[in-house]
């Protein structure tokens, strides 16, 4: 199995402009994670879905982020427009079920907004 | 108050040395129990879930206290390959169901 999927892997961008980060899950997994870690903050859950559904975004830091997941093996983290703060490592994970699971997270995409 | 707390270390322990990190939680309705380790600039792996019971895996020794809400992990005879951040994780039921990372214990294992 390929594991997690997520690309790209590095990202510099200028403020105010759009970011796309990408993920692919593995295989009949249900639950797809959105993360983000930061020195001050560490790992956050922004939002997770439990087949394609979101069921909870209340860790998404504000309109300016978004997520989408059209089918079973792709996601979408979306930042418009992005700022500096947002600078951090966006690790998408998943896993078969919500408790006693391991998550299985992707090397992450480090992001850069200048 | 943090809903996961851990020592950030960093903890310095020779090679063979036994080493503890503990682990709080403030909410109750926290249900599931995990270790994690991260290495540098790479993505977080599991280690070991925690169950009631404790459970042992090797050199790594995980237990759950839920009258005092901690978790711990007892990791013996330290290698210099031990050396990353280890992540306390808890899920719990509010509403829906919540994942939260602890902000990690960096452990460093010299020779």
């Known amino acids: 199995d390929a594991g997690v999927i997520q690309s790209p892997r590095h990202e510099v961008t200028e403020m105010g402009q759009e970011v796309t980060l990408r993920c692919k899950p593995i295989s009949g997994h249900d639950y797809l994670f959105w993360y983000r870690q930061t020195m001050m903050r560490g790992l956050e859950l922004l939002i997770y879905?439990?087949?394609?559904?979101?069921?909870?975004d209340s860790g998404m830091p504000e309109d300016r982020f978004s997520a989408k997941m059209p089918n079973a093996s792709f996601s979408t983290l979306k930042i418009q427009p992005s700022e500096p703060r947002d600078s951090a490592v966006y690790f998408c994970?998943?896993?078969?079920?919500?408790?006693?699971?391991?998550?299985?997270f992707g090397p992450g995409t480090r992001l850069l907004v200048l | 108050r943090k809903e996961v707390e851990q020592d950030p270390g960093p903890f310095n322990v020779p090679e063979g040395a036994t080493v503890a990190f503990n682990c709080t939680y403030s909410n109750s309705a926290s249900q599931s129990f995990f270790w994690y380790r991260q290495d540098c600039r790479k993505e977080p792996k599991l280690l070991m879930s925690v169950y009631s019971s404790g459970n042992e895996d090797g050199r790594f020794t995980a237990q759950l206290n839920r009258a005092s809400q901690y978790i711990s992990l007892l990791i013996r005879d330290s290698k210099l390959s031990d050396s990353a951040t280890y992540l306390c994780?808890?899920?719990?039921?509010?509403?829906?169901?919540?994942?939260?990372f602890g902000a990690g214990t960096r452990l460093f294992v010299k020779a």
């Open positions: 994970a998943s896993s078969f079920r919500l408790l006693q699971e391991t998550q299985y």
């Open positions: 994780v808890v899920i719990l039921k509010a509403g829906g169901f919540k994942t939260i």
């Open positions: 879905f439990n087949n394609n559904v979101p069921i909870d």
